[in-house]
C-alpha cells in the first residue's frame, strides 16, 4: 500500500510561484507514476503533470511553459514548481501515484488535495 501526503499549496499573487510536495511512504517500489491533478469549483478533475519511474514527464498544455515536476527518489517525494500562476491555476491540486501490480492494472493511490489560490 502507498499513502500519499502532499504540502506546499497556498495564496499567491498573479504571477508569483509555489512549489508543491507530495511524500509517499508505505510500498514504494510499486510506484510507477506519479503526477499532480487539479480540480477547480465546478470543474472536472484534470491531469497537470506526471513523470514516470525512469523520469520522463508529461504536461498539460496549459501549464508546460510553467510548471515543472521533479522526483527525489531518495526521500519518496515528488515536487510541483508552479511559475508564472494564473488565477485560472485555482485549483485544489491532488498527488497520484500509478501502482504497477502484476495482474492488478489501474492500481493507484491519491494524497487528500492542498488547496492553490492565485488572486490579487
Known amino acids: 500500500q502507498v499513502q500519499l501526503r502532499e504540502s506546499g499549496g497556498g495564496l499567491v499573487q498573479p504571477g508569483g510561484s509555489l512549489r508543491l510536495s507530495c511524500a509517499a511512504s508505505g510500498t514504494i517500489s510499486s510506484i510507477n507514476a506519479m503526477g499532480w491533478y487539479r480540480q477547480a469549483p465546478g470543474k472536472q478533475r484534470e491531469l497537470v503533470a506526471s513523470?514516470?519511474?525512469?523520469?520522463?514527464?508529461n504536461y498539460a498544455d496549459s501549464v508546460k511553459a510553467r510548471f515543472t515536476i521533479s522526483r527525489d527518489n531518495a526521500k519518496n517525494t515528488v515536487h510541483l514548481r508552479m511559475n508564472s500562476l494564473k488565477p485560472e491555476d485555482t485549483a485544489v491540486y491532488y498527488c497520484?501515484?500509478?501502482?504497477?501490480?502484476?495482474?492488478?492494472?489501474?492500481?493507484?493511490?491519491w494524497g487528500q488535495g492542498t488547496q492553490v489560490t492565485v488572486s490579487s
Open positions: 497520484n501515484a500509478k501502482l504497477l501490480i502484476l495482474y492488478k492494472p489501474g492500481s493507484e493511490s
Open positions: 513523470i514516470t519511474s525512469g523520469g520522463m514527464t
